[in-house]
């Protein structure tokens, strides 16, 4: 079976930072275009990061306007992880946050490309 699962989400102060992880099983990440999506209450869910697949680094990266200079994502090949450092955190950015694979390399921020979800982790941000 294929399966992701995010951690690493919690509360945090404005200015703070978290680190969140996707573990994945049942294929391997290097051999897909993967990304980090989030969704908060009676909004669309919208792409964060995205990167494109590779097993030796030279990816090509997106990130939303909202989070570049804040955000960064990156892949641990050997463990099958996706992370996403996010640190400057904002009120603006509390929001359920999912991992998500393609069946192929092609990045795309848009969600609907994406086949393979996550349950999500929750990321508060306040004071």
């Known amino acids: 079976q294929v399966q992701l699962v995010e951690s690493g989400g919690g509360l945090v102060q404005p200015g703070g930072s978290l680190r969140l992880s996707c573990a994945a099983s049942?294929?391997?990440?290097?051999?897909?275009?993967i990304g980090w999506f989030r969704q908060a209450p009676g909004k669309e869910r919208e792409g964060v990061s995205c990167?494109?697949?590779?097993?030796?680094?030279?990816?090509?990266?997106y990130y939303a306007d909202s989070v570049k200079g804040r955000f960064t994502i990156s892949r641990d090949n050997a463990k099958n992880t996706l992370y996403l450092q996010m640190n400057s955190l904002k009120p603006e950015d509390t929001a359920v946050y999912y991992c998500?694979?393609?069946?192929?390399?092609?990045?795309?921020?848009?969600?609907?490309?994406?086949?393979?979800w996550g349950q999500g982790t929750q990321v508060t941000v306040s004071s």
């Open positions: 049942g294929f391997a990440l290097d051999k897909s275009a």
């Open positions: 990167i494109g697949s590779s097993d030796g680094g030279d990816n090509v990266q």
């Open positions: 998500a694979a393609r069946r192929n390399l092609d990045i795309s921020s848009a969600s609907s490309r994406y086949d393979y």
